[in-house]
């Protein structure tokens, strides 16, 4: 088993900047692909940024330019740095992690959520 432990979530101006991180627990070795998806209230869950063990990055194109998305093998963590956040940004923001996770239903284990809020 994996757990998913999230932090870094918060409210912020439009503009500002927020890091969200994720650590992982457990059977580390199933774990290949990380990544943050993210849910607004109505709308269906949408891959936000994902990284490969090998480094490999990709992005929800509405983030590119703005999102970063780094990975820490030594401490089984990834992060989602986030500049020149929008309204459009607020959404809970779930870790996903998995031997690949480009899609909600190939994703093995999902973190407990952290509210991002953006302000305008």
């Known amino acids: 088993q994996v757990q998913l432990v999230e932090s870094g979530g918060d409210l912020v101006q439009a503009g500002g900047s927020l890091r969200l991180s994720c650590a992982a627990s457990?059977?580390?070795?199933?774990?290949?692909?990380m990544g943050w998806y993210r849910q607004a209230p109505g709308k269906r869950r949408e891959l936000v940024a994902a990284i490969a063990r090998s480094g490999s990055t990709n992005y929800l194109d509405s983030v590119k330019g703005r999102f970063t998305i780094s990975r820490d093998n030594a401490k089984n963590t990834v992060y989602l740095q986030m500049n020149s956040l929008k309204p459009e940004d607020t959404a809970v923001y779930y870790c996903a992690a998995g031997t690949s996770v480009a899609l909600a239903s190939q994703v093995n284990y999902w973190g407990q959520g952290t509210q991002v809020t953006v302000s305008s």
């Open positions: 457990g059977i580390i070795f199933r774990i290949n692909a």
